[in-house]
């Protein structure tokens, strides 16, 4: 049956090319240019007559000059689609207007769908009696925009006798337009399903869309019509492994819509296959309880899960394994409490991150995982807190209270037990941020695409996720017998840990080392000898400390301190990403390998240790003259930003190939493997 229609198609061209080739009437059938500011339109005919049809294919043709544009049937953000007015036409009972396909772009920072330079329209035109005379009178309006919007007005008239037709110069063209059109008749096309739901979920409404075809998808493109001129949303798209199967979700706000029950139309474009879809939907009321038994709560099992593998990772490890050393030969009720409250200290730092990201979120400023380690005051207050475990786990000093707090009942009758605990729990979060664990990526995402509540109840499975080590010592206290008792093992693996917080003070200074120079450094290293004679030696201790700590602060007003050094990609084979353009580049048929990374992303340098300097993967990438171009995000940077935000990625690691064929992109997951990059490439290619 493909093939049948194959050889149709086949055939239907090549009478198309024929007319179009060697007709030798060289007839022009079209109105006069109606001229306005920055464009002009006509009505053009493929044929001289009616050819005693019921029915004729017109087209309006546009012209606009250089980088104006005018819009689409639902334009987005801004502008308007053209309206046509042919009341005082005769012989005409109806018109309707074809939509080639749009493209998408941004006009006075509103994101637009729409046309450039020259389209054409096709028409399809209904008369009332093919024995008569055709007088066609359009009025038409129209918006062209650049950095203004210009209204556009046309008054168009053509005739058409009835009779027989010849064929004209336009002929050839409006049929290449309109064998571009879309197909209402699926079992035409490779598609073997197709379905659409709409469900509001809270404060939302979302358009799910599942589409199969018999081929692959080939960088799709789908536009939504409705009533209610939504705006231009980035899809969430899904494939299956061989490109056959695309899962789309499109997401607005519920007050977009004002009727429950609408007509839609959903235009599907591809290299492979097009269509247009219509029907009248009804969006349905998804209740809560089933969104908490379903989708919610498939992602609070991966947010528990992204959690949880947080204390695996080299920047949070160190602290729990301190925690475990620090309750050897300690009762089991005091073990109990001690992990307890450490378990609070982790939730309530989940909390406040919540809070933080909400309030940015509100506010309408950009928020990602891990942009407070883009911040060098959060930096430095970071590394004055390891500095001071790590000068700790090597026994120069114990941290203690003042007396003022430590007489408290509070705290354990005078010592810091309590408050110890609770910030142990509290700073490792801090410096699990950093980190993009399996799941996590998911997690966040949801986090931040979703309602408040969402984003709460995410952030808090997450800090249940990473507490999930000290809640299994709470209830199996006596799971610390099994760890040998104190010995002088115990002090060789504080050393080792102590070493494990030295690579992330250094880690820390290498970040920093983006903003301030070595003499920041040199600085801080005096700090640190500083700060331990004085603890060591106990010379008043507290105020000397807490005037050391505000001298360091001091230091980044000093611009001899400063770092104004940029990095030079060009000395490693890669392209730095804010100088260059990835269409271009794929537009010249080459192949990309992007790297959005970080100093402060230890996925990212696990990627790059492991993997990407690999000598497998750095000779693959060399072989294959695939072009590599690197990211820096570890300093705020707005390109970057906007780019993964296009995703609905709000952190990093983020790998990805880029191709003709793929001109999106394929994704590539948090935790690179070389057979993860060889078996992509080979999809792109």
């Known amino acids: 049956m493909d093939k049948v229609i194959k050889v149709k198609n086949l055939l239907k061209i090549a009478i198309v090319i024929a007319l179009g080739l060697f007709s030798t009437s060289g007839y022009s059938l079209s109105s006069d240019w109606s001229i306005s500011e920055k ?15 019921n029915q004729l294919i017109l087209a309006l043709e546009y012209e606009l000059d250089d980088e104006w544009k005018t819009y689409w049937k639902s334009p987005g953000g801004g502008g308007f689609p053209q309206k046509i007015i042919w009341n005082n036409s005769s012989n005409i009972k109806n018109i309707e207007i074809l939509w080639p396909e749009p493209i998408e772009f941004e006009i006075l920072g509103l994101k637009s769908i729409g046309y450039k330079d020259k389209v054409i329209f096709p028409l399809i035109v209904d008369i009332e009696d093919n024995q008569k005379t055709t007088n066609i009178n359009l009025n038409i309006n129209y918006l062209v925009c650049k950095h203004i919007c210009i209204p556009g007005n046309a008054d168009i008239f053509l005739t058409l006798p009835p009779g027989n037709a010849d064929y004209t110069n336009y002929f050839f063209e409006i049929e290449k337009v309109l064998s571009t059109t879309l197909n209402n008749d699926i079992a035409l096309t490779p598609i073997s399903n197709f379905s659409l739901n709409v469900k509001e979920d809270l404060e939302n409404v979302v358009f799910d869309i599942e589409i199969s075809t018999d081929t692959f998808f080939d960088n799709p493109k789908i536009f939504i019509h409705t009533p209610y001129g939504l705006p231009v949303v980035n899809p ?3 494939y299956s492994l061989n490109y056959q199967k695309l899962n789309t979700s499109f997401k607005f706000d519920s007050d977009q819509f004002s009727e429950k029950k609408f007509p839609i139309e959903i235009f599907f474009y591809d290299e492979n296959q097009n269509f247009k879809f219509e029907e009248i939907i009804e969006i349905e009321k998804v209740d809560k309880n089933i969104s908490v038994n379903s989708s919610l709560f498939y992602i609070l099992l991966i947010s528990l899960l992204g959690g949880f593998i947080l204390n695996l990772m080299p920047c949070v490890f160190p602290v729990l394994s301190l925690k475990l050393l620090s309750v050897i030969n300690t009762e089991d009720k005091k073990i109990k409490s001690s992990f307890l409250i450490t378990v609070l200290g982790i939730i309530t730092s989940f909390l406040l991150l919540g809070l933080f990201f909400a309030t940015l979120k509100q506010i309408n400023i950009s928020i990602s995982w891990g942009m407070q380690f883009q911040e060098p005051y959060f930096l430095m207050f970071i590394l004055i807190i390891i500095s001071m475990f790590f000068l700790n786990t090597l026994g120069l000093f114990q941290i203690n209270l003042p007396s003022i707090f430590s007489s408290s ?63 299994i010592i709470v209830f199996f206290p006596r799971l610390v017998s099994f760890l040998p008792r104190s010995g002088k093992w115990m002090n060789n693996t504080k050393y080792f840990l102590s070493l494990l917080l030295l690579i992330t003070i250094i880690w820390l200074l290498i970040i920093l080392n983006n903003y301030f120079n070595h003499f920041f ?8 000898i500083l700060i331990s004679i004085i603890l060591k ?14 001298i360091f602060f001091l230091t980044p007003l000093l611009s001899s301190f400063h770092n104004n050094n940029e990095e030079n990609y060009k000395n490693n084979n890669w392209l730095d990403f804010n100088s260059k353009n990835i269409s271009q580049i794929i537009s010249n048929n080459e192949v990309i390998f992007l790297d959005i990374t970080a100093d402060w992303c230890i996925t990212c340098k696990f990627n790059k240790v ?15 003259e695939i072009t590599l171009i690197k990211a820096d995000w570890t300093q705020p940077n707005e390109k970057i930003d906007k780019f993964l935000k296009k995703y609905n990625k709000f952190g990093i690691p983020f790998n990805a190939f880029y191709s003709t064929k793929f001109p999106d992109g394929i994704i590539m997951t948090e935790i690179l493997t070389a057979k993860e990059i060889f078996e992509t490439y080979d999809k792109v290619k």
Not at 39 to 53: E, F, K, Y
Not at 521 to 528: D, E, G, H, V
Not at 611 to 624: C, G, T
């Open 39 to 53: 464009s002009q339109v006509r009505l053009i005919s493929p044929v001289t007559a009616s050819n005693n049809n």
């Open 236 to 238: 969430i798209n899904n």
């Open 409 to 471: 009942k509070i705290l354990n009758s005078g010592n810091n037990f309590y408050t110890k605990n609770f910030f142990n729990g509290f700073f490792a979060t801090l410096l699990a941020t950093p980190c993009s664990a399996p799941y996590l990526g998911t997690a966040v995402t949801a986090a931040f695409t979703q309602s408040t509540i969402y984003l709460f109840l995410i952030f808090i499975f997450m800090g249940i996720g990473m507490s999930v080590p000290y809640l």
């Open 521 to 528: 450094i040199i600085s801080f290293i005096a700090l640190l």
């Open 537 to 550: 030696f106990r010379i008043y201790e507290l105020p000397s400390t807490i005037l050391l700590v505000i």
């Open 610 to 624: 492991n993997v990407l300097n690999s000598q497998s993967v750095s000779d693959f990438f060399e072989n294959q």
